[in-house]
C-alpha cells in the first residue's frame, strides 16, 4: 500500500505543503535581534533534528517594527537559516496592532479596512518575493479569526470576500498554500464555530485552530468540544491543522506568559493527528531549546 503522501501526489488538487506539517511559530520581536547569528543557526538546526519541518513567522512587519531596511534584512536572514537548517518557511505578512479593535468598525469602514489590510500583505508579498534568496513555502495571514466579531451575516460576508480576495492576490505574486489562525471564546456553538471556518476553508485558505490551552479561558472538556468539530478526524472537520499552545499566561491586565512545565510540553510535542493534520506550536520563545535565548518576559 502507498504511503499517504505518496498517494495525496496523484490527486488534482495537491497543495506543495501536501504532506502534513510539524511547525513552530516565531513571533518575531525587535528583543530577538540580540540573538547571535551562530545561536540562531544552532537553534534552527536543532529545531530540524528535533523532527520539526517548518517555522512560522507570524509576521515580517509589524506596525513600524521591522519596517526599515535593517530590520527586513535581519527577518530574511533568520528566514533564510531555517531554511538552509532544512526547514520550510511559511512567511506571515504584515500585523496591524490594532486589528482587534478596528474589526469593530460599522460595514462600510470595516470593508474599507479590510481592504488596506490586503492592500498591505500583497505589497508585503511582493517585497519579499523579490528580496529573499528563495520563495517562501506558504503564506500566512497575520490576523487572526475570533469567534464574536464575525457573527453578524453582513461582517462574514466582508470577511469571506477579503480573505478570498487575498488569497487570489497572494497565489498570484507566488502560488503557494495560504495560511491563517483562529480561536474560540464561547461565543459560538462549536457547530456554528465549525461552520464558520468551513465557510473559509472553501475559499481556498487553510485554517489552523488555536487550542487555548494557554490562555485557559475554558476547562478541558470545553475545548475538546471545540477542536472536536473543528479539528477533529470524524467526519469532514474544515481545520487544517491544531495550533497548541505551550504557554501559560499570568495574571494581569496586560499579557504575559510563561513556558508550561517542561512534562507539558513534552506531551505536546508528541501529539499526533490520525487523518494527517497539522500540528503548530507557539511558540518558539517557549520551547525548551529556545531558553536563555529569546525571553518570554
Not at 485554517?207 to 475538546?224: F, I, K, L, N, P
Request: positive net charge; proline residues 4%.
Amino acid at each position: 500500500m502507498f504511503k499517504r503522501c505518496q498517494i495525496v501526489l496523484l490527486l488534482l488538487l495537491v497543495s506543495p505543503l501536501a504532506c502534513a506539517m510539524k511547525g513552530v511559530f516565531w513571533q518575531p520581536q525587535l528583543r530577538d535581534n540580540s540573538v547571535t547569528e551562530v545561536q540562531w543557526t544552532s537553534l534552527m538546526q536543532t529545531l530540524r533534528q528535533q523532527g520539526f519541518d517548518t517555522l512560522v513567522l507570524q509576521w515580517t512587519q509589524y506596525g513600524d517594527a521591522f519596517a526599515d531596511e535593517n530590520g527586513r534584512f535581519l527577518l530574511r536572514q533568520r528566514a533564510e537559516h531555517a531554511r538552509a537548517a532544512g526547514l520550510k518557511v511559511v512567511l506571515g505578512l504584515n500585523a496591524d496592532p490594532a486589528f482587534f479593535d478596528r474589526q469593530k468598525q460599522p460595514a462600510a469602514a470595516l470593508e474599507h479596512y479590510l481592504g488596506r489590510l490586503r492592500v498591505a500583505d500583497i505589497a508585503q508579498a511582493k517585497r519579499w518575493r523579490d528580496q529573499m534568496a528563495f520563495q517562501p513555502d506558504g503564506w500566512y495571514i497575520s490576523a487572526e479569526i475570533d469567534d464574536h466579531n464575525w457573527r453578524n451575516t453582513h461582517a462574514r460576508e466582508l470577511l469571506l470576500s477579503w480573505l478570498e480576495n487575498t488569497r487570489k492576490q497572494l497565489t498570484a505574486v507566488e502560488n503557494k498554500p495560504v495560511y491563517i489562525s483562529s480561536f474560540f471564546a464561547g461565543n459560538m456553538t462549536p457547530e456554528s464555530y465549525s461552520q464558520m471556518l468551513a465557510e473559509i476553508h472553501v475559499r481556498g485558505i487553510n485554517v489552523w485552530v488555536q487550542d487555548g490551552r494557554g490562555v485557559g479561558t475554558r476547562s478541558d472538556a470545553v475545548r475538546d468540544l471545540y477542536l472536536a468539530a473543528s479539528s477533529g478526524c470524524q467526519g469532514d472537520t474544515p481545520a487544517s491543522g491544531i495550533v497548541y499552545e505551550i504557554f501559560s499566561v499570568r495574571p494581569g491586565k496586560t499579557f504575559s506568559a510563561v513556558p508550561q512545565p517542561a512534562d507539558a510540553i513534552a506531551k505536546a510535542l508528541r501529539q499526533s493527528s490520525s487523518c494527517g493534520k497539522d500540528r503548530l506550536y507557539f511558540s518558539l520563545r517557549y520551547l525548551p531549546v529556545a531558553e536563555n535565548m529569546l525571553k518570554h518576559d
